[in-house]
């Protein structure tokens, strides 16, 4: 009796297991790692908001390999640190499968160890400086070659721009991106004392002193322009400051690469009309699907003003193309995924489509847009196709003989074609 008690324990106990186990396979698992407080939240709330649109649309479509999808919603609070700690909890405690997350290039350079560590997948949505190339990381924002590149080529070429006030918030997408910038200009003949540069911290509201010293900088008789990588909340005063002084987008145009349409929303754009923004992606794109795209973020998010952005495009291009690689892989199993993914091709909301490549960037148009009075931008540049973004400048000493190709057998992000030799994991 003692013996059948102790099988019939047994047989209970795994089958309690296998239930359980059953239970915790019924969903897979995405994890969204935006702040929704702090500095960054004006910009990552919506970025939430808009995953956990996607993931209800996919399960409408019956899901992912039969299962629902399931979000996991963490707020890193635009601590950098934090950000570390809340992928491990996503990956570790919760289980998920894939993470859509981070902003700013410092809090991604804080979450990179994880993913490498625990082997798990992040897309990562949003413009950032190059420079890095990791096997974990898919990168379907912009890199400096589809959007700081051609934002500074249109202020050349149409704009006649010859001096230069590179103004940024003081952390690595600024530095990196200016500093390529720098490079580039001086490439193209432009004297060291016609470019500015000045980096502010995360949520500067003082902007006179700053913007006078813009204003003045532009006074010297040769066309002027700022290349805004400011980040976050300061956007707004930096914008208010420049209207209090006068400075109108016919003197001294403003370039910026995080501000959108979501960001607009919240100033009085009056006196922005004719400023510019260099995307890859705006509301106003005059497409049947970004059409779709917008009724449906209306009508989950249930407000008609709402607007869309080019991060939110990333998301809607990086989500898609994780499906289409786990479908493609039947498995969720990051390994598996990664090898799929590259080459996958979905439609991009701008009316073309965009492919993920070997370096595990993704190929984009690029836009310039000018802000209109109801804070949506017009177009009035865009390159004649898709740009493929380069995970490492043409215009850094140390980086021009790089290239990235995750596929076997280079599986290497940072090969050196001069050597002949793969330099390290990336980054």
Request: include cysteine; proline fraction near 4%.
């Amino acid at each position: 009796m003692k013996k059948s008690f102790t099988k019939l324990a047994l047989a209970g106990l795994m089958a309690s297991t296998m239930i359980g186990g059953a239970a915790a396979e019924d969903t897979i698992k995405v994890g969204i790692l935006h702040s929704l407080s702090g500095t960054m939240a004006i910009s990552e709330t919506t970025l939430k908001d808009a995953m956990l649109m996607l993931i209800e649309e996919q399960n409408k479509k019956g899901g992912l390999l039969g299962k629902k999808l399931e979000a996991v919603v963490v707020d890193p609070a635009s601590d950098w640190p934090l950000f570390a700690e809340k992928a491990r909890e996503l990956i570790e405690v919760n289980g998920v499968d894939a993470v859509f997350g981070c902003w700013t290039s410092v809090s991604r350079k804080s979450v990179l160890p994880v993913f490498e560590e625990l082997n798990s997948l992040l897309f990562y949505p949003v413009q950032y400086e190059g420079e890095e190339s990791q096997r974990n990381v898919f990168y379907t924002g912009a890199a400096p070659n589809q959007q700081a590149i051609p934002a500074v080529d249109y202020l050349m070429n149409e704009e006649g721009v010859e001096r230069w006030v590179l103004a940024g918030t003081d952390y690595v997408y600024p530095r990196t991106t200016n500093k390529i910038l720098e490079a580039y200009l001086k490439s193209k003949g432009v004297a060291e004392e016609d470019i500015m540069i000045n980096y502010t911290p995360f949520g500067h509201s003082d902007w006179q002193t700053i913007v006078s010293d813009i204003k003045t900088f532009g006074s010297a008789g040769k066309k002027t322009a700022v290349v805004s990588t400011i980040n976050g909340d300061a956007n707004v005063p930096f914008y208010k400051e420049l209207a209090n002084a006068g400075i109108k987008a016919e003197d001294i145009p403003v370039v910026a690469f995080s501000v959108g349409e979501e960001e607009l929303a919240g100033l009085d754009t009056e006196p922005l009309v004719g400023h510019l923004a260099a995307w890859n992606y705006f509301q106003s794109a005059d497409t049947d699907i970004n059409a779709e795209f917008i009724d449906a973020w209306h009508a989950y998010i249930g407000d008609e003003e709402r607007v869309t952005n080019d991060p939110m495009e990333a998301h809607f291009i990086g989500f898609n193309m994780w499906v289409e690689a786990v479908e493609k892989a039947g498995t969720t199993d990051p390994d598996a995924v990664i090898d799929s993914i590259v080459g996958v091709t979905v439609p991009n909301l701008t009316g073309g489509y965009s492919a993920m490549m070997p370096n595990h960037h993704i190929t984009k148009p690029v836009l310039i847009g000018e802000i209109q009075d109801d804070g949506q931008f017009e177009t009035v540049w865009e390159t004649s196709g898709l740009v493929v973004g380069d995970a490492w400048s043409d215009y850094l000493e140390g980086s021009k003989d790089l290239i990235s190709d995750w596929r076997a057998p280079m599986s290497c992000g940072s090969f050196n074609t001069a050597t002949g030799e793969c330099t390290g994991s990336g980054s």
